[in-house]
């Protein structure tokens, strides 16, 4: 035995070596604690959202006024990789894309320093920058409802809810949907103010010096100094109406004398249900760097409350008890000064735990109201993250039961079973320095490393065995079975994790999926190789066989522990004699023993710390050396009571086994006669793969996942009140919440004023969104969708869409993008656009982003007469929308509440075109002008909105395939878009997933030569060799046509993760060809003929490759079964690890020696003292 082997301070330092070994545990473990939860790594795109209000404006003016100003400043930022602006009336929203990787808080601090040097019209407010993007959905929905109106049902939102949630970490925004919004309305009568020669705006001044609160500053007298405060505002309705507008003939007028006045509801945008019942909705919107499963618990606990919370208030009013009540006064004048501070300090007490238990939301709002989580996608990933640990679990079992079989040993199996959750954890402390989260590319990653975690640990230990064999001692079969052995292990280690390096040049949405997995199954299998060459040799050298006098002498530091297990075993043998004691005995007997026995057991079990504790006082380092063998004792009894029960199936395996081996001996002979038929058919059916079957894939970004809620899109032709579209809403939504399977539906008609969503948005559109019962399947979904289309077919004019919840960051399927600047043109060949793809067989749901627009009353000023009749053209148009879009000169303070004072014409005074032709232009002018005079009324179909793409105007046009691949369908588009004539000065440009999905395929594939560049340098650099490589990397291209035809066969398309597994099995199908060149090589360097020596070594060989195989394919299995949420994502990844490593595996035994004997003539320089025992048992 080498005694200097780096590998011998396993048996030299075993408590070193262990205490290393819990540290590094109990880092992970606490590592594991801290690791953020998320569905998958961050894909979504870095962006920032620049919001500007302009009030009053068409979407031209908004354009050049406030979009085109910003878009200057803002398209400098550096890192900015694309800016897009929509200008819509009243409102300028520029979205920036920023670079992977970007640093959002520099991007932030940097788009405000932009902001600041751009001059903006007077009546534009202040930009807004958003961190999140408000086109997505909202990580949660919240409704509220109760016995209320509904004008107080939304003052309970604002003031209690979302008071309370906006303090919150990790919320961008908590925005209050739907209800009535107070609002006190002065209406004033036209001809009053013609006959009175009053302006509107002059009510408007008036209103505004009215109302104020104004401090005046101090005043001195005396030794006293007093504040002066002017404290004016307005208190009620009459105030209002009693302000002096104006005098006539030496009477004042007071307002309420032109107007009337109310308090009311702002003009309903849009209105919520749920499940049928009005409500209000609260939408929560999380920052874009925030952990969504964090922040949901956080609102989640914020407002519905904890569990016992709920519990105690329930409890309490359901007993009829008040809350906050006081101790009578009366009962506690009789008590003594002690009783009374014992009651006191209970009181305190009890006062204190009714804080605790009823500081959440839903206790602070008024009795009936309800607070009902509508959406929470937290649910979904927590749940998917769950499966995934269940996969893994499931698949590490599955990996231990393979060696079990294979080695027939419970210890050995036990020790190398320890080898799996012990990598794991200690995995989890890299992953949080590096910041990967745990979601289900991650743990999807430690899913696919649980068989590959033992590879190691199978072969260092299959070593030391055979050493053992040959009669070395514990420490010396340690000792030089690692040393033989850990070049090989080290090497193909290295090739896998060298794989993962390219990941630098990985771009897109891929490199930042291929992120998270690689570094978790690079920190896993380090981890694992350090388990294998270090804690493993350390538990062998102590658990095998007897020890003879020299390995006493130098397990001399592990004698407490060799005690404790001769305690255990002695203990548990005594519980096994009287068990079988039992079971000899006549039934008297029989039956006073199984009474006994729970008695006999508790008094060994006490035994044994008594007798081990009179030799371990003091020794308390030892209590952990005590708990591992306690494990392994463990598995080794349940291991012998099991394997009498299982022994037919390792009979069976066995005679199996045998069978595999005979034909595989017979097989391989034949093969390595007619090697060259072959190496060439292995060629043949490469390329008839490529060629024909690789062609028929589908190709996708990333699969769609089935989350148990959709939306309902609804379109009515523009112009369709919100009255009408609500009622054809409810409809639906009655027929979706009579459908088996849905648990609950939430609805949305209209759009909110301030929302930045499409464009085509209105009063006549709503969405429904129906929450499948748990437990739902596609298949469940699929039939409520059928029902709710075919209603949806049978009436007039409706446009029904349906679309999933936005988990997953991602552009639309299929974007076109249009470039060119006349709007008119540009809406022409938009139609040209969708015309032509909507022609398109398997393309669905084609929309462009310009839609038919409001119909618009667009006033054409005669500027001649204008100056005939000395008026100014803005203050006429200031004076118009005064009159009908009105103006809020001031607020009514209520409490702490700022309600709008809304002054503008009476409706009777506005109700159509032809009262605004006759509203009077010159207020106070002694002849009566009409609009009618000055200027053209005309009546005309306006935009909705103005986008700009990279600072040009534009438009998009959106689409969803069905039936087809993403790749298929970009073709087909590409080709219909060439017949489109464009006019000059009109580009396009074909976007969204597509290109996402070809700039993230090009870079996996230059990842993928990289891979295997880096895997024949490390090969080449162990071998010394430039031939052995290049036959080992013959194995990539058998997995290859393992995994293209496991696709082609079972229908499942190309995507991201396809592409991520074949650059992982890059890594991983190379390392049994290693192992068997490797033993190949050492067999000729004996002296063995070349023939002789892949033959033996094939067969040497065959055993451990099938169980290393099999440990990594049937541990993925539970992954590749789909079962669970989110499975969408993680079967293409196990179908492709397992479909390319089997064939790879079976392929690898037969066409690599046949390779080898074709290109191999070298010849080795003979080693006579090398011992490879494994040949005798090969040749056996």
């Not at 003009?267 to 874009?288: M, P």
């Amino acid at each position: 035995m080498n005694k200097h082997s780096h590998f011998a301070v396993a048996t030299r330092r075993p408590v070193a070596v262990l205490m290393i070994v819990l540290a590094v545990c109990v880092f992970g473990y606490v590592s594991y604690q801290k690791l953020a939860v998320t569905l998958m790594p961050d894909i979504s795109y870095p962006t920032l959202t620049v919001r500007t209000e302009y009030p009053g404006t068409a979407p031209q003016e908004v354009e050049t006024q406030v979009s085109q100003r910003l878009e200057e400043q803002l398209g400098i930022v550096q890192q900015l990789k694309k800016i897009t602006s929509i200008s819509r009336a009243d409102q300028s929203d520029i979205l920036l894309e920023f670079a992977w990787g970007a640093d959002m808080n520099e991007a932030t601090q940097a788009i405000r320093e932009k902001l600041d040097r751009v001059r903006l019209p007077r009546d534009a407010k202040r930009p807004l920058i958003l961190r999140y993007d408000p086109t997505l959905d909202p990580i949660m929905r919240i409704g509220l409802t109760g016995p209320y109106p509904l004008d107080e049902l939304r003052l309970f939102a604002e003031e209690i809810v979302q008071r309370e949630l906006e303090g919150e970490e990790g919320l961008a925004a908590v925005k209050v949907v739907g209800g009535l919004e107070e609002e006190y309305q002065v209406r004033i009568f036209e001809d009053k103010l013609v006959s009175l020669n009053l302006d509107i705006q002059q009510i408007n001044t008036r209103l505004a010096q009215n109302n104020v609160n104004l401090p005046g500053g101090r005043l001195y007298e005396g030794r006293f100094r007093y504040s002066i405060r002017t404290l004016n505002e307005f208190k009620s309705i009459d105030e209002i109406g009693a302000i002096v507008v104006a005098q006539k003939n030496g009477v004042n007028l007071h307002l309420n004398d032109i107007a009337e006045i109310e308090k009311s509801h702002k003009e309903i945008e849009i209105e919520t249900f749920v499940s049928g019942r009005e409500s209000v909705e609260i939408e929560i919107y999380k920052e874009a760097d925030a952990n969504i499963v964090e922040v949901a618990d956080r609102v989640r606990t914020r407002t519905l409350g904890l569990p016992e919370q709920r519990a105690y208030v329930e409890a309490k009013r359901a007993r009829g008890e008040s809350f906050g009540r006081r101790p009578d006064p009366q009962g506690t004048r009789r008590l003594s000064s002690a009783e009374l501070l014992e009651v006191r300090r209970k009181f305190a007490e009890e006062t204190q735990k009714e804080r605790e238990l009823t500081n959440f939301v839903g206790f602070k709002l008024p009795e009936g109201c309800v607070l009902e989580l509508l959406t929470d996608q937290s649910t979904f990933i927590e749940q998917s993250i769950e499966d995934v640990k269940g996969n893994a679990i499931v698949g590490g079992g599955i990996a231990v039961i393979v060696i079990f079989l294979f080695l027939r040993n419970v210890g050995h199996t036990a020790i190398i079973g320890i080898t799996i959750p012990v990598s794991i954890v200690v995995t989890f402390a890299p992953m949080q320095l590096a910041g990967v989260s745990l979601n289900i590319i991650s743990l999807g990653g430690l899913a696919l490393g649980v068989g590959m975690l033992v590879d190691n640990s199978i072969v260092v230990l299959e070593s030391i065995f055979r050493c053992r064999e040959e009669g070395d001692s514990f420490v010396d079969s340690t000792v030089r079975g690692v040393s033989e052995v850990g070049g090989a292990v080290v090497a193909s280690t290295l090739t896998t994790i060298a794989v993962f390096f390219p990941i630098v040049f990985v771009e897109g949405v891929a490199g930042q999926i291929f992120g998270d997995m690689s570094l978790t199954v690079v920190f896993s299998l380090l981890a694992s190789l350090a388990v294998a060459l270090y804690f493993i040799p350390m538990l062998a050298s102590r658990g095998l066989g007897d020890d003879s006098e020299e390995d006493e002498r130098e397990l001399k530091s592990w004698w407490s522990l060799s005690f404790f297990a001769d305690s255990w075993r002695k203990c548990a043998s005594s519980f096994v004699a009287y068990f079988a004691w039992i079971k000899r005995s006549p039934i008297i007997v029989k039956i006073l023993g199984w009474l006994l026995m729970p008695v006999i057991f508790a008094l060994l079990l006490l035994s044994l710390p008594f007798r081990i504790g009179m030799c371990f006082v003091g020794r308390i380092i030892s209590l952990v050396f005590r708990i591992l063998l306690l494990i392994v004792g463990v598995f080794a009894l349940l291991g012998k009571l099991i394997l009498t029960a299982i022994q037919p199936v390792l009979n069976l395996f066995d005679f199996a086994f045998d069978v595999v081996t005979r034909f595989y001996k017979g097989l391989l002979n034949w093969a390595l006669d007619n090697k060259i038929f072959i190496v060439g058919g292995m060629f043949a059916v490469f390329a008839l793969t490529i060629v024909f079957v690789f062609p028929r894939l589908g190709s996708e970004l990333i699969p769609k996942v089935h989350q148990g809620e959709f939306n309902v899109e609804l379109k009515l032709p523009v112009g369709t009140p919100i009255e009408e579209t609500g009622e054809i809403t409810r409809e639906i939504e009655e027929v979706a919440l009579d459908i088996t399977g849905v648990k609950r539906t939430a609805v949305t008609i209209g759009t909110d004023g301030d929302a930045s969503s499409g464009s085509d948005e209105g009063e006549n559109t709503s969405m429904i969104t129906v929450v499948l019962e748990e437990g739902s399947t596609r298949e469940s979904e699929q039939i409520v969708l059928e029902e709710l289309r075919g209603y949806g077919a049978d009436i007039p004019d409706l446009e029904v869409e349906i679309t999933y919840p936005e988990l997953i960051t991602v552009k639309a399927p299929i974007e076109v993008e249009l470039y060119g600047h006349d709007l008119v043109e540009m809406k022409s060949v938009s139609a040209s656009v969708v015309k032509a793809i909507q022609a398109i067989p398997g393309i669905v749901d084609v929309r462009s982003s310009i839609q038919k627009g409001n119909p618009e009353v667009q006033i054409i000023y005669d500027r001649q007469r204008l100056s005939q009749l000395d008026l100014q053209l803005k203050t006429v148009a200031e004076l118009v929308r005064n009159k009908i879009q009105g103006q809020v000169p001031t607020e009514f303070q209520q409490r702490d509440r700022q309600i709008d004072i809304l002054v503008r014409l009476d409706e009777q005074d506005r109700l159509g075109i032809e009262d605004l032709g006759e509203m009077i232009v010159n207020p106070r002018g002694t002849i009566p002008i009409p609009l009618s005079s000055i200027a053209e009324l005309q009546v005309r179909e306006g935009p909705n909105e103005i986008r700009h793409l990279d600072r040009q105007r534009g438009a998009i046009v959106t689409a969803n395939v069905d039936g087809i691949d993403l790749s298929e369908a970009t073709l087909r588009i590409e080709e219909a878009l060439v017949g489109i004539e464009l006019p000059a000065g009109f580009d396009y440009d074909v976007a969204g997933q597509a290109a996402e999905m070809k700039s993230s395929m090009d870079s996996l594939l230059f990842a993928l030569g990289l891979a295997l560049f880096l895997v024949y340098i490390v090969m080449a650099s162990q071998f010394e060799s430039l031939l052995h490589p290049f036959i080992i990397l013959f194995t990539v291209p058998l997995a290859i046509i393992g995994v293209v035809l496991a696709l082609f066969l079972g229908g499942w398309s190309l995507n991201i993760l396809v592409f991520i597994g074949l650059i992982m099995l890059a890594g991983i199908v190379v390392n049994n060809a290693i192992v068997l060149v490797d033993y190949i090589n050492n067999l000729r360097r004996q002296g063995r003929d070349k023939v002789d020596a892949v033959k033996s070594a094939c067969l040497a060989r065959l055993r451990p490759i099938l169980m290393t195989t099999m440990t990594t394919v049937l541990g993925l299995i539970p992954m590749a079964l789909g079962v669970g949420e989110g499975a969408e994502i993680r079967v293409p990844l196990a179908i492709t690890v397992i479909s390319g490593l089997t064939s790879s595996t079976f392929l690898t035994l037969v066409v690599i020696p046949s390779l080898y004997l074709l290109l191999d003539y070298g010849k080795f320089e003979v080693n006579e003292e090398a011992a490879l025992p494994e040949v005798a048992s090969a040749e056996a």
